[in-house]
């Protein structure tokens, strides 16, 4: 069937929309650079430890996981990292890779994706 001239209009206006915000979206990220790259501040000599206090909300985050699955607490642990440091350096990643026993390229891949994660120094 053919579709009335106004309702085609109206349909190829609304594709057009989504993918210029689609396009958009992909062109500003989540802050630019998707890689790492080392600076003083940020390298993965940079020392970054856990408090204790904050090390026994880690694991009381990874309780409410089912036993094997540690890795599903990749996102609440980067943001205790995050709130603890003020930005999340690449050592925290590290480390949460570490204590979640996965490879830190994974928990780079959730930092990366997520915007909710400030992987710079933000301001003051």
Do not use: C
């Amino acid at each position: 069937m053919f579709l009335p001239l106004a309702l085609r209009s109206a349909v190829s206006h609304a594709g057009r929309q989504v993918r210029s915000l689609h396009r958009s979206a992909v062109r500003t990220g989540a802050g630019g650079v998707f890689v790492h790259r080392d600076t003083p501040e940020n390298n993965p000599d940079t020392p970054f430890e856990f408090t204790p206090e904050n090390m026994k909300r880690v694991e009381a985050i990874i309780t409410n996981y089912p036993e094997g699955h540690k890795q599903a607490a990749t996102i609440p642990v980067l943001d205790l990292a995050q709130r603890q440091h003020g930005w999340l350096p690449i050592s925290a990643m590290n480390k949460v890779a570490e204590i979640l026993d996965v490879s830190p390229m994974r928990v780079h891949e959730v930092a990366t994706f997520y915007t909710m994660f400030n992987r710079q120094p933000v301001g003051k």
